[in-house]
């Protein structure tokens, strides 16, 4: 029925962990872009990525929120910490949107905040930039032996599509399709890429984008597998629903005999 085939990808925690670059942008987007009160960035942040910010990171979907989190993590007054971040988990959207109000911030331009905090280290040192990056080398060498059995890759993340662009160039990984937080949500790019491919699978990080692409009539049918080796919360690798595969680093070879 289908001429081609295509896999597709998720980004950030999938193909690469970049953990190191999402804390050192959003310090540097405070710093560079966004000057507020409730501040004080030390330049010692920089050293070294906040515990509490790991632990936060499998809450986020999009980029601006880890801004939010990096500004309740070093305010000065009551900050975010190990102590309490259960309580933010719990009522992650809530809390986002009234940080948001509580500030007067609009999410677009936090969000602009964080990809000019990205373009100012792509132009003043693109290297020292792109080694904030660790990619994970089994996923490099899939995407590899997937393009040897003419299998089209597809990524499709919620970053800016130029940021990513630029990681995977320098990884050495040429996708025949890129897409960003631009072009609309996971749900809405996959059904348009259902009815041009095959899709013979979509690895993502993020539970909660797996089970709606389980939920929507045109993707339901896509073989989806949860990358254990991402940013995810412990409970999401409990029950996982409608057929979706907890995939572990190690049995990422297992995939091409399907
Ligand atoms: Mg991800």
Redesign the pocket.
Known sequence: MYSKKLFLF?????IVDGMKEYWHSSLLAFEKFLNTPNIVIDQNLHKQVSSTFKEMRPWVKYGWEMLIIVHEIIKVESPLNNDNKIDFQNKYHQNCQKILFDNSWAAEDLQKYLNEARQYQIDQNFDNWIKLHSPFDEVINFIEKIKKEKIETGIITTKGRVFAAKILEKLNILPELIFGYESGTKVEIASRLSKEYEIIGFL???KKTLIDLKQNTLTKDIPCFLADW??LKDIDRINLPYEIKLLKLESLEELLAI
């Open positions: 998720d980004f950030d925690g999938v993502e990080d993020r991402g940013y």
